[in-house]
């Protein structure tokens, strides 16, 4: 009894020990570079102008160049982190695999049908076998009618977005077979270079093609068709075939790694099997990086592909936003119905993302990749309508060193929560994709959460990760790219600027009837729209234009004397004036930039309630003390999902303060082109074709 008593006690010593040993403080994390001697002098900026054809085929100087490279192939060393989470995903992730066009061989073609034949045979064999061998179960990849439910996104008469099937009314989409392909067919078969964006809505680089054989390490990965890029393979990686992700040979794939890697690929393990390519210490040949373009290049709604699936440079925008992405089937290849986390990826409307997913917050709240449009107007607007104020360790970003801590900011994310300067926000970025990792990871706990977050702090950042250091050094060239990108004054995405766009503003009215058309729609907007989507107000707007005094603590009254004014017949006056007038659409960002009280807008909260920039939070470093003292909205109605009560029994929840609980502004520059609308791509099909006529099927849609 003595004994088991010492056992019990030397047992519970250890393992206080352990968890002491476990909490101890580490100190900040080095990154890979800075644990290598590397400094941002290691990683010069290219001003290889590779992708001058993009955005218009705008010319651009050195520092605008520079600012496209980065934008486009730069990764920060997040491929270590991209790698990492192939390892600690439980299975589910996996970017090599979705680059991949397998199989590529005659050899591989007859693996692959190996591979299928038992599941043909007999699905008794497995439960899962016809959800597993191809997503094809009535909910699955692949389901009758669509992609994820029965009837695939939105009711089967198309109701609500997304139609049943690619069922547009007269319209046809060029994606319509590859975006809901058959049912019953390996996952693996959806995964390729030829059906890449219908599938994954992931934009096709040019210059490549569809492997044709394998590479040396069994891996379908594309060809490249035309001479190499400019870029400096030890800074950048080399290019994938896909615009926005990069191939980083893997440090760690040493000769064990290597012995292991081919007796898998001898039978096309990391296709095929799970338990090897979802093993959590498998070491793959190469390490993915993601650079901003992954989220942000598409097809220019003015100068639009013939064939989606192989673009030109010229048919492709870097500030559009991945308007076609595919969340689900990008980032869960390995994934069947039968597994949770394959139905939470399912909900995410295509063309939105949760940014929040890996440092979750709890909150399913995917967001709409908006364009990014006339930055330079949006600045305008930042320092007239919204002085913010930066404290604590806001103080370390260069731009609020700079400027001091008050200074007008755009109100960046969809809940206006990145409000220290556009600097910091390009900056943050890179963190949210991955870079320093090693640091980021110590105040989260990737996908699950489970653990308190705390801040990664930007000092720290900039002590011990250079990759850090070589983005910030970037800030200022991503941020002059951006501005010359956007400005729709020479690098017009308006509906005229299309083919034959004219033709389908006027139809058939003559030049009278059209131009009354007009000018009465531009009282209706002045009226009804401009008091929230124009940057272009009466001087002074009360309320708005009162500075510092206005934000915080005492923004919801200063809120509601700007609300108030615009009911009156003196605002509605003026704006219409100032929207009839010729220049009134010239360096204008069509938003107010504000954020708006979701009690307000009655739209869904989620997105509004996003908690990772709140105080004490991860992104606290790059939220300002201005966004961390706005008021409560009050409470918001909010229908339980267990017991589904209808809405006339909807109870209400007293939103916290804080930050939480606004929803920014989204611009209506080239609205014609990104539909579908709200911050979560709910209304209006997703016709998944970025032809004029493709994007006007979904606007006509959407906008009624």
Known sequence: MKRSRVIVILILVIALGLFLWLRRDRGPAMDEAMALGKTPADFPQAADDYFHDMDGGVAMSEAEIKG????????????????????????????LKSLSSYPCSSDQEARAAAYRSPFDASASADPYAESRSGYGAENG????????????????????????????GDFESICKDAMHPKPGQPYFRNYDRETRFCYLGLMNEPGFERPTAPDEWGLCLDQ?????????????????GVLGLRLYPNPNFDQAAQKRWHEGQARDAFYTDPSFYSSSDLVRPYRVGMACSFYHVSPHPARPPVDPEHPEFANLSGTIGAQYFWFGRIFGPNLTPDNFVWHLLDAQQPGAVDTSFVPTDYILNPRAMNGVFNVAARLAAGERFHQE?????????????????????????????????????????????????QEWIRHIQPLVGLKKQSPIEVAVAQEYSTYWNSTQERA???????????????????????????????????????QA????????????CARCHSSKLPKPAPGIDDGVSCGGANFLDCWQRYWDWTESDDFKQRMTEMVLADDFLDDNY????????????????????????????VWDNFSSAT?????????????????????????????????????HVASLIAVWSSAPYLHNNEIGWFTNDPSVEGRLAAFDHGIR
């Open 141 to 168: 990849y692949g389901a009758e009618n669509g992609y994820g439910t029965e009837n695939g996104y939105g009711t089967e008469s198309g109701e609500g977005g997304y139609g049943a099937a690619g069922d547009y």
């Open 68 to 95: 496209r490279n980065t934008w486009m192939v730069w990764t920060g060393g997040n491929e270590a982190f991209w790698d990492y989470l192939a390892n600690n995903s439980f299975g589910t992730f996996d970017l």
């Open 389 to 437: 104020t930066s404290a604590g360790g806001a103080l370390a970003l260069p731009e609020v060193a700079k400027r001091g801590p008050t200074f007008g900011v755009p109100q960046i994310l969809w809940d206006g929560s990145d409000s220290v300067g556009i600097d910091a926000a390009l900056t943050r970025v890179y963190i949210n994709i991955g870079e320093y990792h």
């Open 224 to 240: 490249r068709t035309t001479s190499e890029d400019p870029f400096d393979e030890a800074i950048y990686g080399r290019p994938s």
């Open 590 to 617: 069509l938003s107010t930039d504000m954020r708006i009280p979701v009690t307000q807008l009655e739209t869904e909260v989620c997105s509004s309630m996003a908690s990772n920039a709140i105080a004490g939070h």
């Open 476 to 514: 200022g060239n991503l941020a002059a790219y951006l501005v010359k990108a956007s400005d729709q004054a020479i690098n017009p995405m308006r509906l005229a600027s299309a083919p034959d766009g004219d033709s389908f503003l006027r139809g058939a009215r003559d030049e009278e009837e059209y």
């Open 627 to 663: 966004y961390k003292s706005l008021p409560s909205v009050g409470d918001v109605k909010v229908r339980t999902a267990i017991t589904g009560d209808a809405v006339d029994q909807e109870s209400t929840w007293p939103a916290p303060g804080g930050g939480r609980g606004y929803q």
């Open 517 to 528: 058309v007009l000018d009465r729609g531009k009282v209706v907007f002045a009226e009804t």
